[in-house]
């Protein structure tokens, strides 16, 4: 069960609406279940005698009566509306029912606690099977304003405890950190459009996708426009920074042919320009990626670092935590636009997905992903993709998504935790479908057996705890060659092996050889690194000087992303 609590003006024109046959003929029955007192409350669904304006008139009593003390100046915001919906699959609710909720909503957000006969005027009226509107003035008979405070927060706990009393699909709680929903109407004006999302919807993923990508607020907006965005900014009146901005969809306008603006912190709480400015700090140099000699080295990078953030997930230090998971998130959607072949479906959903995963209550300490996040945005501007190495890196991805479900469900947030998951399911399946023929091939160019068994002594000597398992292990002839590879490449089998098998998740892995395959593969190239060390150096300091790389490829890359408008 969703409430969506949300405050207005305009008493008579939500009115309109709830009585009326919505924007497609949807409202079939529209008629009040509850209301402050159903005597006096005219009902224009069921009653053909009542009016909107009488039905106005009484619910705006005793708003009235205090503009009246005011010298004619309304309250601001006097209108509460609390849309209440079930879930899909939900049972029918009767009228008594929806009535006995609308009372226990209006009770626990403050609006018209029970026994209170001092209370606000309020209504709810059903127009469909699996939802409610409740409406209210928020001005009580003693001219005070109502208790809201965290009435959103308040809705949801109620509906929590009546799911469970009415034995209705139980809900994830949430924490006030969730985008707002896209609303019925913009619902259905995408689907008279013939799109799959809402223009909200869209929006926020093309904002998460740049925010990611690019190095400061500057190139945000930059990139914004060339996808052909419209960025409207606010500009303070004393220092003349940009103090906010909103954001408005191709060709998506009101019924005056205005375009449809959203300020950045409705279409994500981290979306605003504040939260924005804590991971886009506007310097001209030091946080834009460059061109890198090495092409592997971004995706390289990135591993690394995730491998490091599933160290901060096990600390203490929940802010620095809860920055890894935000980088993270911009990881996977850099990932997912430098990525090629069918499995890249899954891994823009896994993007999306993770959004919810992204942020919480708690503060994220972004300075402490700093690693990570620079790591990640050296994707953007990657090349090409390096085989294997992409593969080693979607692999650490599914470890850290499924870390971060585990430490959301720890501190009891129930949707990060949902969403987390979720994304790991997505992960899963774009790493197999990547990986499948990757490991088919290495498992058919294995080394001989006199070299398999010199890797297989290195293992028992130096995992000795493990090594039943991993010579067990069906990828065992994968990693044989991946070892191969790496000696060719200037590593010392045994040595490496040591490394890499005294990090992490050994023992609950149910395949370590594929574990310790990806590892290995991650590791650099020494030889190849000893040649670019030793070629011109007038080439390499071209390389490593060159200014940050144009905004264009990345705006190349994310129109991909931006089909729907």
Known sequence: MVPDVSTGSDTRGLIVYLFGPGRRDEHTDPHIVAAWDMAGAPDPGRDLAATYSQLAKRLDHHVDLRTRELGGKKPPQQVWHCPVRTAPGDRYLTDAEWAEVARRIVHATGIAPEGDDKACRWIAVRHADDHIHIMATTVRADGRRPRTRRDGQRAQAECRKIEAEFGLRRLKSGDLTAPRTPTGAERAKAERQGQTVTARHWLREQAYAVAAAVGNEADYFTVLQ??????????????????????????????????????????????????????????????????????????????????????????DDDAAAQGHLAAFGDALYNIASATTGPHQSELRTAAMAFNRARRSATRADHQAATALRKAAKELAYASSEPGGL????????????????????????????????????????????????????????????????????????????????????????????TLAQAETAGHNPRRLLAEVGAQRDLDSAEHPAEVLNWRVTAQPNLRAQAARRQSTISGTSAMSATPHPPVTPVATRLEERSRHH
């Open 226 to 315: 060339s996808l052909g965005i419209k960025v409207k900014t606010r500009i303070g009146p004393e220092t003349g920074d940009v103090i906010g901005y909103s954001l408005a969809a191709p060709g998506d306008t009101n019924a005056a042919g205005e375009p449809v603006w959203y300020g950045g912190s409705k279409l994500a709480p981290d979306l605003s320009i504040n939260r924005l400015r804590e991971r886009l700090p506007d310097q001209e140099m030091a946080d834009r990626p460059r061109y890198v000699a090495d092409p592997a080295g971004p995706w390289r990078h990135t591993t690394t670092a995730i491998h490091a953030a599933r160290t901060v997930l096990d600390s």
């Open 390 to 481: 992409a593969i080693a890196l979607l692999f650490a991805t599914v470890h850290l998504a499924r870390a971060a479900a585990k430490w959301h469900e720890q501190r009891g947030h129930e949707q990060q935790a949902a969403a987390a998951e979720d994304a790991f399911r997505h992960l899963q399946a774009g790493y197999q479908q990547a990986a499948a023929p990757v490991l088919a091939d290495l498992a058919r160019r294995a080394p001989r057996a006199g070299t398999a068994s010199r890797f297989e002594q290195d293992v028992r000597a130096v995992l000795p705890d493990h090594a039943d398992r991993i010579l067990a292990d069906p990828t065992w002839t994968v990693l044989t060659t």
